[in-house]
């Protein structure tokens, strides 16, 4: 398939179901909901839909710039409206006097529920509370089953989406130019250290993207990539703008404070 050539091998799979949503909606002229996506599958799905007049499409994953979002894909004249993502917001208290409670522990009392992380949005994690945007089909069973996280016993309630917390996180946006699109190169310019330590860490397996560890520091990122850096946060890809006269990347990056 043509279309193959833009992207990276490894996300053929999520290319051709995309692909094949287009085909299905086209063809039964029903609408698809898809489970969240992060900001690259993101680009991706925009990419193979394009401006197609044929088609709408829209996401949305609760907060305003949510890192994860579910996406529609309708025929031209339907319109879409919040309600159609079936997102529900789950709460839930704990004793911040006996426990502190992170983002990734509460992440991982979820993925230990044997449940998909496509399946969970983003979650929000304050001195006392916990928030998470889930997909609507497994509300009722995460309420069930999610009954703590560490040492504290929590209860879950679905409250609406008007209650959602303000993230707390705040995203550093910044311009930069870049010799290549390699991981090592990227990461030297977003968390300005040498491209030797790069080269370390990213040897070391702390560097994720898109959720997944990346060992060498030759991989090649794309528009839309999200970088996970073990002790330093997470980053985003935002833009590439193409080369300068001098055969460098102009590239726009966010950066998590």
Do not use: C
Not at 96 to 111: C, I, N, P, Q, Y
Not at 186 to 209: C, D, M, P
């Amino acid at each position: 398939m043509e279309i193959y050539q833009h992207f990276r091998k490894e996300e053929q799979p999520f290319i051709d179901n995309v692909v094949s949503w287009k085909e299905e909606v086209g063809r039964s002229f029903t609408r698809k909901l898809t489970d969240f996506l992060d900001p690259r599958e993101r680009m991706i799905f925009q990419s193979i839909i394009g401006q197609d007049e044929d088609f709408v499409w829209k996401a949305y994953g609760g907060p305003d710039h949510a890192e994860r979002q579910r996406m529609i894909l309708a025929p031209f004249y339907e319109e879409i409206e919040e309600k159609d993502f079936e997102v529900t917001l789950l709460e839930a208290s704990y004793p911040s006097k006996f426990v502190t409670l992170e983002h990734r522990d509460v992440l991982g009392a979820f993925m230990s529920l044997g449940v998909v992380r496509k399946k969970l949005g983003d979650l929000i994690v304050t001195e006392d509370k916990i928030q998470i945007l889930v997909a609507s089909e497994i509300a009722d069973y995460v309420k069930m089953n999610l009954t703590g996280v560490k040492k504290a016993g929590i209860q879950f309630a679905e409250k609406p989406i008007d209650n959602l917390l303000p993230s707390e996180e705040e995203w550093l946006q910044k311009d930069g130019t870049v010799s290549s699109l390699r991981l090592d190169v990227v990461l030297k310019e977003i968390y300005t250290l040498s491209r030797q330590k790069a080269v370390q860490f990213i040897e070391k397996g702390q560097i994720k993207v898109n959720y997944r560890t990346v060992e060498s520091s030759s991989f090649e990122l794309r528009e839309g990539d999200l970088i996970s850096f073990r002790g330093k946060g997470r980053s985003l890809l935002t833009s590439v703008h193409g080369q300068t006269k001098k055969e460098k990347w102009r590239v726009s990056y966010a950066k998590l404070k």
